[in-house]
């Protein structure tokens, strides 16, 4: 088992740049309790996303930590040009001593892609054409490519990332119609949910990673949950609803402007239901280590992802909550053995 942090940096209780830095400390923690990686979403004109431009924030990453692997999860690749992203890439990878982990996805909400003139029917095959310029522009030295959305003819590639033939690929999983691609590629994927959801991806995750002839070791199939660790299961309980609350406010805002619901995400506003559900964790160390170790054995992964900075949660409940994990609960879920499949 490894363990990853998932961060939305939707809008705290801080001004934008103490925000930054309270989070770059935190981040500085994570690698000092021996996290594998840190992972940052892309949203755009919402609350739920202060870090709209993901690759600005990592460059910090990459200077302020000297251990930790991080990347976006993901890049909304339709927003981008892909000429431009292979060179944030490739300097992000080169700045970092090759520790980048390289997310990639469609964008899930389509009035942020719409804002920047995207149509929502057409973000697919934009991000389908845009990663493949990307994986080719990534191993070549110049680049020849004819789409429907691009064209090139033999443009130099000055730049190359230091991880070959290109860093670590991860997506987002929701749905199981996407288990095929990811494993037949040996892309680390993250999942949320309850646990049948969980063990229904990553079985057919494991299924069709065998029927592409892969050998060796599995890439990470990671689970995410919100995770609130105090002294007391009444305590941290009441931090957890109260922070889940304001975040909830942030990730709902665009949506609601627009009288709708989100697509593929089954957050609602009452915490304790999200608690039940699986995709949230908040006690004393004890009950949360109970809880992720049955989840994570039940859920067939090998990767725990937590979110320990949400909504209005200050700078040192994220961090108690850190110190906890690391003591009392990363020791005891880094000896678990896998659930068999059923």
């Given at each position: 088992m490894k363990f990853g942090v998932f961060d939305h940096m939707d809008r705290g209780p801080l001004p934008l740049g103490e925000?930054?830095?309270?989070?770059?400390?935190?981040?500085?923690?994570?690698?000092?309790?021996?996290f594998y990686a840190y992972h940052l979403a892309e949203h755009h004109a919402t609350p739920l996303g202060m870090s709209p431009s993901p690759s600005v924030f990592l460059a910090a990453?990459?200077?302020?930590?000297?251990?930790?692997?991080?990347?976006?999860?993901?890049?909304t690749l339709s927003l981008y040009h892909p000429l431009r992203l292979v060179e944030e890439i490739?300097?992000?990878?080169?700045?970092?001593?090759?520790?980048?982990?390289?997310g990639i996805g469609r964008g899930i909400s389509p009035y942020e892609i719409g804002y920047y003139g995207v149509e929502a029917g057409q973000a697919q095959s934009l991000y389908a054409e845009a990663l493949e310029v990307i994986l080719q522009a990534l191993t070549q030295p110049s680049l020849t490519y004819a789409g429907k959305f691009f064209r090139f003819s033999d443009v130099p590639l000055e730049l190359r990332p230091l991880q070959r033939p290109h860093p670590p690929l991860w997506y987002g999983v929701a749905r199981p119609d996407s288990t095929e691609w990811t494993a037949r590629h040996r892309v680390n994927i993250v999942c949320g949910?309850?646990?049948?959801?969980?063990?229904?991806?990553?079985?057919?995750?494991?299924?069709?990673?065998?029927?592409?002839?892969?050998?060796?070791?599995l890439p990470l199939l990671g689970m995410r949950s919100f995770v609130v660790i105090a002294e007391t299961d009444r305590e941290a309980l009441a931090v957890a609803r109260r922070a889940y609350r304001a975040w909830f406010?942030?990730?709902?805002?665009?949506?609601?402007?627009?009288?709708?619901?989100?697509?593929?995400?089954?957050?609602?506003?009452?915490?304790?239901?999200v608690l039940r559900s699986g995709q949230a964790v908040a006690g004393s160390p004890e009950t949360v280590r109970r809880a992720l170790a049955a989840q994570a054995q039940a859920g067939g992964v090998n990767y725990c992802v937590s979110r320990f900075a949400f909504g209005d949660l200050t700078l040192a409940e994220s961090l108690r909550s850190l110190e906890l994990y690391a003591r009392h609960v990363m020791p005891a879920l880094a000896a678990l053995e896998e659930m068999p499949s059923k």
């Amino acid at each position: 088992m490894k363990f990853g942090v998932f961060d939305h940096m939707d809008r705290g209780p801080l001004p934008l740049g103490e925000q930054y830095e309270a989070r770059l400390q935190l981040i500085e923690a994570y690698e000092r309790a021996g996290f594998y990686a840190y992972h940052l979403a892309e949203h755009h004109a919402t609350p739920l996303g202060m870090s709209p431009s993901p690759s600005v924030f990592l460059a910090a990453v990459a200077q302020r930590t000297r251990r930790l692997r991080f990347g976006p999860l993901v890049y909304t690749l339709s927003l981008y040009h892909p000429l431009r992203l292979v060179e944030e890439i490739c300097m992000l990878d080169q700045m970092s001593g090759g520790r980048l982990e390289l997310g990639i996805g469609r964008g899930i909400s389509p009035y942020e892609i719409g804002y920047y003139g995207v149509e929502a029917g057409q973000a697919q095959s934009l991000y389908a054409e845009a990663l493949e310029v990307i994986l080719q522009a990534l191993t070549q030295p110049s680049l020849t490519y004819a789409g429907k959305f691009f064209r090139f003819s033999d443009v130099p590639l000055e730049l190359r990332p230091l991880q070959r033939p290109h860093p670590p690929l991860w997506y987002g999983v929701a749905r199981p119609d996407s288990t095929e691609w990811t494993a037949r590629h040996r892309v680390n994927i993250v999942c949320g949910g309850p646990a049948e959801r969980l063990r229904e991806l990553t079985d057919r995750y494991r299924a069709h990673w065998v029927a592409a002839g892969h050998e060796g070791e599995l890439p990470l199939l990671g689970m995410r949950s919100f995770v609130v660790i105090a002294e007391t299961d009444r305590e941290a309980l009441a931090v957890a609803r109260r922070a889940y609350r304001a975040w909830f406010a942030s990730f709902i805002k665009l949506w609601d402007e627009h009288g709708t619901r989100p697509i593929h995400a089954d957050f609602g506003p009452d915490f304790d239901a999200v608690l039940r559900s699986g995709q949230a964790v908040a006690g004393s160390p004890e009950t949360v280590r109970r809880a992720l170790a049955a989840q994570a054995q039940a859920g067939g992964v090998n990767y725990c992802v937590s979110r320990f900075a949400f909504g209005d949660l200050t700078l040192a409940e994220s961090l108690r909550s850190l110190e906890l994990y690391a003591r009392h609960v990363m020791p005891a879920l880094a000896a678990l053995e896998e659930m068999p499949s059923k």
